[in-house]
């Protein structure tokens, strides 16, 4: 299951081995000063839009991977069992958002030390 945590100046997605091999990806790491807004979304998988590049998706089920919008890019790791999720905003990286499904998103986001 990916994890949101922070490591020093850094926000880390951790991601799982079937994460990365679904996501067509590895861990993300972006500075904290690049974290522009975090929200707790309760529809994660609603939220995801675009076209998937490269990634993997059942609309409402489950996405992973990289999605490309009019918003710009956004990289998704969100499963069936995991509705809600939190969506950061990112300013100066290759991701304008990471949207994750998490069990307990208002937790995630206080252990982080951001502000909803």
Do not use: C
Not at 25 to 51: L, Y
Not at 73 to 80: E, G, L, S
């Amino acid at each position: 299951m990916a994890e949101l945590v922070r490591d020093g100046g850094d926000l880390l997605l951790k991601l799982g081995t079937a994460e990365k091999v679904e996501g067509v990806h590895g861990d993300i790491r972006v500075p904290m000063t690049e974290v522009q807004s975090v929200e707790v979304i309760d529809d994660a998988i609603g939220a995801v839009h675009g076209m998937k590049m490269p990634g993997s998706r059942i609309p409402g089920v489950f996405a992973m991977g990289t999605f490309i919008s009019g918003d710009g890019n956004t990289f998704a790791i969100v499963h069936h069992h995991t509705k809600r999720g939190v969506k950061v905003r990112l300013t100066g990286e290759f991701y304008q958002a990471l949207i994750v499904g998490l069990e307990d998103p208002e937790a995630v986001v206080q252990s982080l030390g951001l502000n909803q």
